[in-house]
């Protein structure tokens, strides 16, 4: 049966995977703008005043909130660190409590599935990690918990919420793999600090997957890690990216160079996290990307 979902965050890197992806299989896609709406399938919104017309969400089946600004866009100032966390929260729980006021006002039940991030773990070294462990204590984790916490009005009024805990996603094109897919072409990838630390790691094709699956079953409450089954080293996923792009992997990053290019973000990108999808998999949900090589080859390969 097909879905009507609404989008927020459709413009970027996963939010127009996801769109495409879902027409694809023939749902109707609403998306949520903050400008004006220019089209018919556009509904203008603002995240930042609270601002959402419930009227809008009418027929809408389910709404994927993957609204904010991007965390490694630039160097974590004291403003930009407040642009990060109020894109998230503003937007999360500005359509949480619409999703309230329309089971209140109607009855009718949204599903909500809303991004979210491993970062809510911190740095954890060789400590495996799955939705159960504890978070962290760093500016990233604390925000990630505020994040998921704006979810709560809709929770409380009984909406069923899912939480998609992201971890690095792979694509042949932008986001944050972008610069170590650039970087390796030039013959420059290889270990960032000691390089031994965990990195999560997920296909864009199953990030969209996971994110589908979990709108067709609104069964599946709480956080679900979106990272591949088989967790590996930054050292050894610059080595596979290299050998798909017949590259060496052998200039390191130490960590002050890294401090010096992004600033405070360096301590984010040589954080270890061992994340296991657990309740992904025991969802019944399968990857089709579930090996590194496999991974990198698809994102290498144009």
Known sequence: MTKRVAVAGSSGLIGGALRRHLEGRGDSVLRLV?????????VRWDPSAGHLPV??????????????????????????KVAIERSRVDSTLTIAKALAETKQRSGRSIRLVNASAV????DRGEEVLTEGSASGTDFLARLVVRWEAATEPA????????????????APHGGAFGPLLLLTKLGLGGPLGSGRQWWPWITLVDEVRAITHLVDHPELTGPFNAAGPEPHRQRDIAA?????LHRPALVPAPRLALRVVVGEFADRILDSQRVE???????????????LEAAVRWASAS
């Open 119 to 122: 970062g809510i773990y911190g």
């Open 277 to 291: 999808p657990r309740r992904l998999l025991e969802s019944g949900f399968g990857f089709e990307h579930p090996t």
């Open 34 to 42: 903050r400008r004006p709406a220019a089209a018919a399938d556009e």
């Open 240 to 244: 596979a990216l290299a050998r798909s």
């Open 155 to 170: 929770a409380d009024a009984g909406v069923s919420v899912a939480l998609v805990r992201t971890g690095l996603v792979m």
């Open 55 to 80: 009227e809008a969400l009418d027929g809408v089946d389910a709404v994927v909130n993957l609204a904010g600004v991007g965390i490694g866009d630039q160097r974590w100032t004291d403003a930009h």
